[in-house]
């Protein structure tokens, strides 16, 4: 079973631009979360996506935006870009079923932003 | 708010020897797993073991295995036949039940040395 994957895999945007990452979620996998990580904030939650609505939010500006499909793949927005936002974004997806395992996040390599 | 603590910034071991990580973390929940990540150079995010709060019984995949101390709020995690391979950086990271949000430690950089 393929795993999640997260395009591109790298990215070089200026600051006061936007941009769109996405992630395919492993197959079968409904719930799909978005996570920051940066040398100095570590590993922050962005939001988490299951059947296309946002049940959870990190505590981020609303230039970080997200969305699910009806494939449960997400796509994430970041407008007006700032240094600051520049990072490892990954992606992890879950498949919320009875038992404990659902609530296992398997991830995918990363989309690395920078922005200059 | 949850917190999750790794006093260990970074750790090394030999090959074949043992290491424990310690973890510890903050909540007033009683109904939460907790996890233990794996980071290798390549970035990569992998799960290393899961712990059920409700469960007892210490969890085990292989040559890894934890100490979860409830009361106490500790979750260590102890790799044995330590491996190259297991170079990387380990998160400890917990979830409230049903909440499907992860908050991570800051890490322990473990380096296997031959």
């Known amino acids: 079973k393929a795993g999640v994957t997260q395009t591109p895999r790298y990215l070089i945007k200026t600051r006061g631009q936007q941009v769109t990452l996405s992630c395919s979620p492993i197959s079968g996998h409904r719930s799909v979360s978005w996570y920051q990580q940066t040398p100095g904030q570590g590993l922050q939650f962005l939001f988490e996506?299951?059947?296309?609505?946002?049940?959870n939010k990190g505590n981020f500006p609303g230039r970080f935006s997200g969305r699910q499909f009806s494939n449960s793949r997400s796509e994430m927005n970041v407008s007006t870009l700032e240094l600051g936002d520049s990072a490892l974004y990954l992606c992890a997806s879950s498949f919320p079923r009875e038992g404990a395992s659902s609530y296992e996040q398997y991830f995918g390599p990363g989309t690395r932003l920078t922005v200059t | 708010a949850q917190t999750v603590t790794q006093s260990q910034p970074e750790m090394s071991v030999q090959e074949a020897e043992t290491v424990t990580l310690s973890c510890t973390y903050d909540t007033s929940e009683n109904n939460y797993y907790l996890f233990w990540y794996k980071q290798p150079p390549s970035r990569q995010m992998i799960l290393v073991i899961r712990q059920e709060a409700y469960k007892q019984q210490n969890a085990t995949e292989n040559r890894f295995s934890v100490n979860f101390q409830k009361a106490a709020k500790s979750f260590s995690l102890k790799i044995s036949d330590s491996q190259l391979g297991d170079t990387a950086m380990y998160f400890c990271?917990?979830?409230?039940?049903?909440?499907?949000?992860?908050?991570f430690g800051k890490g322990t950089l473990l380096t296997v040395n031959p």
């Open positions: 990271a917990f979830m409230k039940g049903s909440n499907y949000k992860l908050t």
């Open positions: 996506y299951f059947s296309e609505t946002q049940r």
